[in-house]
């Protein structure tokens, strides 16, 4: 699935591209990537840990937003590609110590990447805490 969503991207075809993304997240997580998209944080975290294997959940949860946010942008729909962005910035957050180190210091690029665009994005308590937190960890490592 993972490569029809590539060969959709890399013909342009925004719209089955992302009907590729919401089939992924029904069979990963259960739901749609509508409401992946509008869940809160917390709340997806959940859901991705009903299904099992909730670490690679989380990391391909976390992929497809991040596709989610290139197609957003691409279409125009900036607020969109804010919210997934927060989606997958907090899901790689609660993931990341899970990881081994090759793989960290892959996604903390990533994550790096996210924090410096999210620093001023949201007035959101929770979603502000977890991009403060990192950048508080990430200064005094």
């Known amino acids: 699935m993972l490569n029809e969503l590539m060969i959709k991207r890399a013909a342009g075809d925004d719209d089955g591209a992302l009907s590729v993304l919401d089939l992924i997240c029904r069979r990963t997580v259960g739901v749609s990537l509508s409401l992946v998209r509008r869940t809160s944080p917390e709340r997806l975290l959940d859901l991705i840990h009903c ?23 691409k279409i125009g729909n900036i607020s969109q590609a804010v919210v997934s962005r927060l989606q ?19 996604y903390r690029k990533k994550l790096d990447v996210l924090a410096a665009s999210l620093e001023s994005t ?20």
């Open 51 to 73: 299904g099992g294997q909730a670490n690679f959940n989380s990391i391909l949860v976390a992929e497809l937003l991040l596709q989610d946010v290139e197609l957003s942008e």
């Open 88 to 106: 997958a910035f907090c899901l790689l957050i609660d993931s990341l110590e899970l990881l081994g180190p090759e793989e960290q210091a892959e």
């Open 122 to 141: 949201s007035d959101d308590s929770y979603l502000q805490s977890k991009v403060d937190g990192y950048l508080l960890k990430k200064a005094s490592s």
